[in-house]
């Protein structure tokens, strides 16, 4: 079992930056991928971005060239950088892991209970 914690959400006025983090307990994120996603209000959850068992990741097109994705498997722990914060990234972020699908879905097992981010002037 793994258990994910999320922290770092909040308010920020539109161009501004945040760090997401994902601390997780249980087991070791070491032979994992992970994927950040997100849910706006009224919206469905979609991707965001992903980083595989090797670290390499991907980008949703929406946030490419703003966000970064890195993990520390030693801290146990998954950021995702976002910078040039813009509106429409306004909803609640969610990690997942899983130590089985090759590629980052809505049907990973574990997931956070998710942070809000508002971006916002």
């Known amino acids: 079992q793994v258990h994910l914690v999320l922290s770092g959400g909040g308010l920020v006025q539109p161009v501004g930056s945040l760090r997401l983090s994902c601390a997780a307990s249980?087991?070791?994120?070491?032979?994992?991928?992970i994927g950040w996603f997100r849910q706006a209000p009224g919206k469905e959850r979609e991707g965001v971005s992903c980083i595989s068992v090797t670290d390499a990741t991907h980008y949703a097109d929406s946030v490419l060239g703003r966000f970064t994705i890195s993990r520390d498997n030693a801290k146990s722990t998954v950021y995702l950088q976002m910078n040039s914060l813009k509106p429409e990234d306004t909803g609640v972020y969610y990690c997942?892991?899983?130590?089985?699908?090759?590629?980052?879905?809505?049907?990973?097992?574990?997931w956070g209970k998710g942070t809000q981010v508002t971006v916002s002037s």
């Open positions: 997942a892991v899983d130590y089985f699908n090759p590629v980052c879905t809505l049907s990973m097992t574990y």
């Open positions: 249980g087991r070791t994120l070491r032979g994992s991928i």
